[in-house]
């Protein structure tokens, strides 16, 4: 049997820097609430929690698709500002995530028990907070193992934002 370790790292790589880019994004978006959303994993208002409908992992990148309806305008998210002020805030994450990746700071999973049914979480000691987030997923064990994070944020249509995350391997 032979395990494809290039394509695992690289599917790693995706799901970390999903993780990543969604924390960066709702730090980033932090000021456009009204209202109290609820924190996130590193305590910030949780934009990823009340608007994510999906999130597909790659090698080296991923796709989320965030819901911009009325549902979440009633929960005091400012959509007109974010749509006006779309590319700074692209900026923002991807200048968070730079900081990020600069820390080196360890990524790893921790498991409740031994079985497959066992919940696993994602710990991640960044800067601000741990973040910690159940996931099942594969991960690096270290942001040290990036060269590069960045997301492109798309709203071609305005209910729906397109957030494409790209990963590239440490050299
Ligand atoms: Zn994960």
Not at 26 to 55: T, V
Not at 75 to 101: H, S
């Amino acid at each position: 049997m032979s395990v494809d370790v290039a394509h695992r790292d690289g599917l790693s790589r995706g799901h970390t820097a999903c993780h990543l880019a969604s924390l960066a994004l709702d730090l980033a978006l932090a000021d456009l609430w009204r209202k109290d959303p609820g924190q996130d994993a590193i305590g910030n208002p949780d934009f990823e929690g009340r608007a994510n409908q999906s999130s597909r992992i790659r090698e080296d990148g991923a796709v989320d698709e965030y819901r911009l309806g009325k549902s979440l305008r009633r929960a005091g998210f400012d959509t007109e500002t974010f749509a006006a002020t779309l590319a700074e805030r692209e900026e923002r994450i991807n200048a968070q995530l730079a900081a990020w990746i600069a820390t080196g700071a360890s990524s790893r999973i921790e498991t409740e028990g031994p079985t497959i049914v066992d919940r696993r979480r994602w710990h991640c000691e960044l800067p601000e907070a741990e973040a910690v987030i159940l996931c099942g997923g594969t991960h690096v064990t270290s942001l040290a193992d990036f060269s590069s994070i960045s997301v492109s944020l798309d709203l071609s249509d305005p209910q729906l934002l397109v957030m494409t995350t790209t990963a590239s391997a440490a050299v």
